[in-house]
């Protein structure tokens, strides 16, 4: 399902193997969802929208690591060494965008990056500083966001966000490594992996990569 009628679903992507959960983020509560840690964490934001994208990515991560009949609240995300969220040695990745949540998981993945964003119109500058003129010929909104949301989750997956320059990955056909994300893809061992992306919710991208 990739149109959005619904506040939530969980759908899993053939090539890349990951599972996914899409969730809303307005209206939600922790509930008994929350290690004592995590409800720690989600008190101490001081801002609303902040607040409730976070609690919404962990609901969905914990809807994905413990099904339906689990303990949500046993099933606590931190961070690995390289600040990746993780549950028991198994990585997750979440994003969120524009009301939306997203969780990713895939069991035994090294190496996994998620990202949602919003299809829109971005000033020049975004599509010049962060796109070689190969990836994008034009800045045309919906293909931008597409590539946009491929090189958030690889940079995820690296474990470096935008610690790294997003130009350090080039999108175009083949992805490529150069730089800092050369450097941390070397240092885990060159693992090869895919990259999935879909038009979801609607108005949305979505791209997921994973070790294969």
Not at 86 to 95: D, H, P
Not at 101 to 112: E, Q, R, T, Y
Not at 118 to 138: G, K, M, V
Request: charged share 25%; proline share 7%; net charge neutral.
């Amino acid at each position: 399902m990739t149109t959005g009628a619904t506040d939530t679903w969980i759908e899993t992507w053939s090539e890349t193997g990951a599972r996914l959960k899409f969730l809303k983020i307005d209206g939600l509560a922790p509930g008994a969802a929350l290690s004592e840690r995590e409800a720690a964490q989600y008190s101490a934001f001081l801002m609303e929208k902040r607040r409730k994208e976070w609690l919404a990515g962990r609901l969905a991560a914990k809807a994905l690591l413990g099904g339906p009949a689990g303990n949500p609240a046993a099933f606590e995300i931190s961070p690995d060494r390289l600040g990746r969220p993780s549950c028991g040695g198994e990585l997750v990745s979440i994003s969120h965008s524009n009301g939306w949540a997203l969780a990713a998981v895939k069991p035994g993945s090294a190496f996994l990056g998620a990202d949602l964003e919003i299809i829109e119109a971005r000033h020049p500058a975004w599509y010049r500083d962060y796109f070689h003129q190969s990836e994008l010929p034009a800045p045309e909104p919906s293909a931008a966001t597409r590539l946009w949301t491929i090189k958030e989750a690889l940079l995820k997956a690296l474990g470096l966000g935008l610690m790294a320059d997003p130009l350090d990955i080039r999108t175009g056909g083949r992805v490529r490594f150069t730089g800092k994300a050369l450097e941390r893809y070397r240092e885990l061992g060159s693992p090869e992996f895919s990259v999935e992306t879909r038009p979801a919710p609607e108005g949305f991208w979505t791209a997921v990569a994973a070790s294969k």
